[in-house]
């Protein structure tokens, strides 16, 4: 939940913010900053987009951002533009939210954050504070320092702010965040900074000061740190398989070793998303330019992307080797649940090899459905709902973790499937739920009920 105490003491704030790029990160930071009760100016070169969220059209799905987005677009803190010079001469601060795509070596492209670096360089005329919140690389801040620096002979400053958002708890990661991470050695840039997130130190969430160097790789350290927890995970659960444990059994205790902690210990088919897979690529690419293999990255890398379709062999097997025809129901399509992200979602990479090894699918996700129709087009159905997806089915595919799957009705689904066989890559299901109900079902790292 939105932390009331912070909301009821926004007059604590009075900064006006210039937000370079309304993506999602872009959009929740300026929202939740407008939120705070500073004045916030959403610049994007996407004339439309603008347009759209001028009419309080939010762009992306995230729980919780369209009431505050809505409020705060009434209460005149929140506006859009696509006029950066416009934007910035009524701002002290820039916050940078830009794309960092994947190149083809997997290092992250920074064409976008030095262009509009440079762009601040020509149109700067007084001091202003740059922060970088999108996800670079070490090194960074000085790359931008030195583009601005080259057009103008005007102060300022460049800190590293980077942000630690999951999506779909973004709101509540962004008002309640277990650290703020500012990386600047400048005493004024600190000290302005300082006043944006007094409404957090009020309250005994710490601004954590360092380098930007430091900064920088903190994000990336933490975001591949967690990757790896996932995929040791995943790998306990195969391994779990294999002797015949129970890795819900294990996982818990693990996560009750308060070293470890319950969090992103839960076993499934790979991990997906804007973050995860890009900044494991880039820190990996990072270390190979000075001369480090990151080998528990690499080796991270490698096993989620097998993880992410363990469940097609046991697809296979269910059926002799042989899909052709087969008519197969998946639930879920985004990467994860509480959002319509399809970036490097698991569902994808199964889609893809069930559809040459001549299956064929249905699928159901209210939210991602839109997004999923850009990518894979008519190559699969859409279904209206979960059960419709299940009608004729030969087996069901469940892909994300949504909360509307997790307590079915068994007996509706026996009479829509043609074959009562469930292959559960999110483990959806306690195996009390479905031992007495006629089904087999395969999950992860649990015993296969038949």
């Not at 105490?5 to 370079?20: A, G």
């Not at 409020?71 to 002290?92: C, G, M, P, V, Y």
């Not at 969090?263 to 890009?278: A, D, E, M």
């Amino acid at each position: 939940m939105i932390n009331s105490y912070i909301c009821q003491n926004k007059k604590t704030l009075i900064v006006n913010i210039t937000i370079v790029g309304t993506g999602y990160v872009g959009l929740v930071t300026g929202t939740t900053l407008a939120e705070l009760g500073n004045t916030v100016y959403c610049v994007d070169i996407d004339a439309k987009k603008v347009e759209r969220m001028k009419k309080g059209i939010v762009p992306i799905y995230e729980p919780g951002l369209e009431e505050i987005f809505l409020r705060n677009i009434q209460a005149q803190r929140l506006f859009f533009t696509t006029d950066l010079k416009e934007a910035l001469e009524k701002s002290e601060v820039i916050y940078l939210a830009l794309p960092t795509p994947p190149g083809e070596d997997g290092s992250a492209d920074l064409s976008y954050v030095i262009s509009v670096a440079n762009q601040i360089g020509d149109l700067i005329t007084d001091y202003k504070v740059i922060v970088n919140k999108s996800t670079v690389p070490v090194g960074t801040a000085e790359i931008v320092r030195k583009t601005i620096a080259a057009k103008t002979d005007v102060p300022f400053d460049v800190v590293s702010n980077p942000e630690f958002l999951r999506e779909g708890f973004a709101i509540d990661d962004s008002m309640n965040p277990a650290r703020v991470i500012v990386g600047s050695e400048s005493e004024k840039a600190q000290e302005i900074m300082a006043k944006i997130y007094q409404p957090f130190t009020n309250i005994g969430i710490p601004i954590i000061f360092m380098d930007e160097k430091s900064s920088e790789l903190t994000k990336y350290a933490a975001n591949s740190f967690l990757a790896v927890k996932i995929t040791f995970m995943n790998e306990i659960a195969n391994y779990c398989e294999k002797v015949g444990a129970d890795v819900d059994k294990v996982r818990l205790g693990m996560g009750s070793d308060d070293r470890i902690g319950h969090r992103f210990l839960f076993p499934g088919i790979g991990y997906g998303g804007s973050c995860f897979p890009k900044d494991v690529k880039a820190l990996i690419r990072s270390g190979k330019q000075e001369g480090f293999d990151f080998q528990i990255l690499e080796a991270t890398e490698e096993v989620n992307q097998a993880q992410k379709t363990i469940l097609i062999s046991e697809i296979e097997q269910y059926f002799k080797g042989d899909l052709k025809g087969k008519k197969i129901a998946l639930w879920g399509l985004a990467f994860k649940a509480n959002t319509d992200d399809m970036r490097e979602a698991s569902s994808l990479d199964n889609i893809k090899i069930l559809l040459e090894k001549g299956a064929s699918i249905t699928a159901f996700d209210t939210i991602a459905e839109e997004n999923a129709r850009q990518i894979l087009g008519d190559q699969i159905s859409y279904a209206k709902d979960m059960y419709s997806a299940l009608e004729d089915a030969d087996c069901l595919l469940i892909a994300t973790e949504w909360s509307e799957f997790k307590n079915p009705n068994f007996e509706l689904m026996a009479e829509k499937m043609k074959t009562k066989a469930i292959f559960d890559g999110r483990n959806m299901f306690a195996l009390e739920q479905v031992e007495d109900k006629g089904f087999f079902y395969k999950s992860i790292g649990r015993k296969t009920l038949n």
